[in-house]
């Protein structure tokens, strides 16, 4: 079975623009949730869609957006960057309940310069 | 709300020494727990999870943690390490108390084991 997989691995913009990150779960799971990485807040939840729907949203700015496709796909947008949203985003997948296993894929790396 | 704290952002050990990550919990509400690992340029990885039954969970790489709850925590331990168990560590809950899959995570642990 393929893992979680997200696209790009990098990615580099500069202040102002934005940016649109993609996640693929693992067939057959329905919950897609968003991290944000950085060394100094460490890991911190910034969404949870599950089938289309977001249903958990973490305390970020309403410039971080995401949604989810019928196929599961998860794409995660950021407005109007900042050098602060610096950072690794990695999407994990399961099957939708708390007590399951989240997957996570390898991370887009984005720099904000 | 709930809350994790790992107690210590390195921890070098030698290969083959015995090492415990600790891992203290906070909520008001049912909890489950679980420990991740991330290697370098990678996604985070389960490597055991508490959620019911026997407080004492194993991995099948070696690692066991304990659930303690008058303690509120989940530390994890290996009685003997491997250089190729250096990696950064997280404790993770999520809350009974919420629908849907929101892990809040601990600070992180790094684990270094020299040889």
């Given at each position: 079975k393929?893992?979680?997989?997200?696209?790009?691995?990098?990615?580099?913009?500069?202040?102002?623009?934005?940016?649109?990150?993609?996640?693929?779960?693992?067939?057959?799971?329905?919950?897609v949730s968003?991290?944000?990485?950085?060394?100094?807040?460490?890991?911190?939840?910034?969404?949870?869609?599950?089938?289309?729907t977001q249903?958990?949203?973490?305390?970020f700015p309403g410039r971080f957006s995401g949604r989810q496709f019928s196929n599961s796909r998860s794409e995660m947008n950021v407005s109007t960057l900042e050098?602060?949203?610096?950072?690794?985003y990695l999407c994990a997948s399961s099957l939708g309940d708390r007590t399951d296993t989240q997957y996570f894929g390898p991370g887009t790396r984005l720099t904000v310069l | 709300a709930q809350s994790v704290t790992q107690l210590d952002s390195q921890v070098p050990v030698f290969e083959e020494a015995p090492v415990e990550l600790r891992c203290n919990y906070s909520s008001s509400v049912s909890v489950y727990l679980f420990w991740y690992v991330q290697y370098p340029n990678q996604g985070l990885q389960l490597l055991l999870k508490y959620?019911?039954?026997s407080t004492l969970v194993e991995s099948i790489n070696g690692?066991?943690?304990?659930?303690?709850?008058?303690?509120?925590?989940?530390?994890?331990?290996?009685?003997?390490?491997?250089?190729?168990?250096?990696?950064?560590?997280?404790?993770?809950?999520s809350s009974a108390g919420t629908s849907g899959s929101r892990l809040t995570f601990g600070e992180g642990t790094q684990l270094t084991v020299n040889p």
């Open positions: 393929a893992g979680v997989t997200q696209t790009p691995r990098y990615l580099i913009k500069t202040r102002g623009q934005q940016v649109t990150l993609s996640c693929s779960p693992i067939s057959g799971h329905r919950s968003w991290y944000q990485q950085t060394p100094g807040q460490g890991l911190q939840f910034l969404f949870e869609y599950f089938s289309e249903r958990n949203k973490g305390n050098l602060g949203d610096s950072a690794l | 959620l019911s039954g690692f066991e943690a304990e659930f303690n709850k008058s303690q509120t925590s989940f530390h994890l331990r290996k009685p003997s390490v491997h250089i190729s168990d250096t990696a950064e560590y997280f404790c993770a809950v």
